[in-house]
């Protein structure tokens, strides 16, 4: 059993006052003791960690992702998302299970160093004959360590249904559902504390039929699983839903019985204030991605708006070939100033950031009672930042944690279990995850797969 005591920290707990100096105490994969001084009680044979000069917060929550796009990273760098999209396809329908497992490595791994400890995967795209891809993700999340969140994706609606993938990269309607229901009971841990969960996600309305949309969600519900999909993501996208459906996509999602607690959407940048206030009288959470969002021109997501109406709102880095190396840590600085840019100084808080990156994130995956803030018997996910050489000239820790550059990682706890010590992993090492993933990029890039 994992026995471990960190003391002398300054810990946010998110929930509740912060700790100047304090102590962490974790048996097993709970946390059984947070409190100001020193520990009392202490584990027998417990490690003892001295975390002064470092900031204690809960591990990052990613709630959007797509991991394969590591292999793709760079592609289209000055497109628009639809014009980024038809370029990526082309590239992405030549993935097999090896690419996968190397992209989601690397993905994973650079989301470990940047303090995550549970991560989202969409993966929507499942080219015939190139060997189990939701497979190889899972187990690459297995070897680094990370609690996993992968959504069965999924495309139906080719361009000759007036969809934006071309046709050979979509699949039909009754072979993604009964993939989806595989893989929710082959791999979906419902249980306090699991390491994996599956739900279920349906790409996009401009890749994906009503039918299917529908027919997922009855899927997930019957399986108590959640719903994930992009929506509102640009203006084209509004376009594009007037066109096809007569409304705008919140409303399209709305009328498909696709809003509810159980229901966490990324991107939504283009929302009205029928939609902020539908999110928060539904409880259907936001996967905020500021970064992306800022690379492909798409906008700025209302989520100050989104927050004062009580909507859940957490935060994802997005796929790597739309948010090229994109640390999870930095999507806390960027989400504060995006908002800053558009509604004021007073618009977001370091502290504000802070929770939808952690809290914020697990209310989006429905785990709010197992983590996102540091309470005993919460799971042991915890981030050590140490703050000190130049970021000791700030007093405050968590403006010096979010307003610049992220502050070196000391240590990660997941499950109790250390992933993270002194910024480099210790499950995989992070030379064999570059080039992982680097190899992905090769064999994805050139087509060979030999």
């Not at 790409?203 to 299917?212: R, T």
């Not at 376009?239 to 959407?265: A, I, K, S, T």
Request: proline residues 5%; glycine residues 12%.
């Amino acid at each position: 059993m994992n026995r471990l005591v960190i003391e002398n920290a300054h810990i946010v707990p998110v929930v509740g006052d912060e700790i100047p100096s304090g102590h962490i105490v974790v048996e097993g994969d709970r946390i059984t003791a947070v409190g100001p001084g020193a520990a009392g009680a202490v584990p027998e044979g417990a490690e003892r960690v001295d975390a002064a000069g470092c900031l204690a917060t809960p591990g990052l929550v990613n709630t959007h992702h797509h991991l394969y796009q590591w292999a793709s990273q760079g592609v289209t760098p000055d497109g628009t998302l639809f014009e980024w999209l038809v370029a990526s396809y082309r590239l992405w329908a030549g993935m097999d299970a090896e690419v996968v497992s190397g992209a989601a490595t690397a993905g994973l791994a650079w989301l470990a160093r940047s303090g995550c400890t549970t991560s989202t995967d969409h993966h929507y795209i499942f080219p015939k004959g190139r060997g189990d891809l939701f497979d190889a993700e899972i187990e690459a999340a297995r070897r680094v360590g990370l609690r996993f969140h992968p959504c069965r994706g999924s495309m139906d609606r080719g361009r000759s249904q007036g969809g934006l993938p071309p046709d050979d990269v979509v699949e039909e309607m009754d072979e993604v559902l009964q993939a989806t229901d595989d893989a929710i009971r082959k791999y979906h841990d419902p249980s306090f504390g699991s390491m994996l969960r599956i739900a279920v996600a349906p790409c996009s309305p401009f890749s994906v039929s009503g039918e299917l949309m529908t027919r997922s969600a009855e899927l997930a519900r019957s399986h108590g699983v959640r719903l994930h999909t992009h929506i509102a993501e640009t203006a084209d996208e509004d376009e594009h839903c007037r066109e096809q459906f007569g409304v705008l996509p919140v409303e399209y999602l709305d009328r498909l019985g696709w809003l509810g607690p159980d229901v966490w959407l990324a991107h939504c940048v283009h929302l009205t204030d029928k939609d902020v206030a539908r999110f928060a009288e539904t409880g259907t959470g936001t996967a905020h991605c500021p970064s992306s969002n800022g690379r492909l021109g798409a906008g700025i997501a209302r989520v100050s708006d989104l927050l004062r109406a009580g909507a859940p709102v957490g935060l994802g880095v997005d796929g790597a070939a739309s948010s090229e190396m994109t640390p999870l840590a930095g999507e806390i600085r960027m989400a504060m100033l995006m908002q800053r840019a558009r509604y004021g100084p007073r618009a977001l808080t370091a502290r504000q950031a802070l929770e939808m990156a952690t809290l914020g994130g697990a209310r989006c995956l429905g785990r709010e009672a197992e983590i996102g803030s540091l309470e005993p018997g919460k799971l042991a996910d915890v981030a050590l930042w140490r703050l000190g050489g130049y970021h000791a000239a700030i007093d405050d820790p968590v403006v010096a944690f979010a307003y610049g550059q992220t502050p070196p990682l000391a240590r990660l706890l997941v499950g109790g279990r250390t992933v993270v010590a002194d910024g480099e992993l210790r499950t995989v090492s992070d030379a064999e995850a570059a080039e992982q993933g680097a190899r992905a990029h090769r064999l994805l890039t050139s087509g060979d797969h030999s």
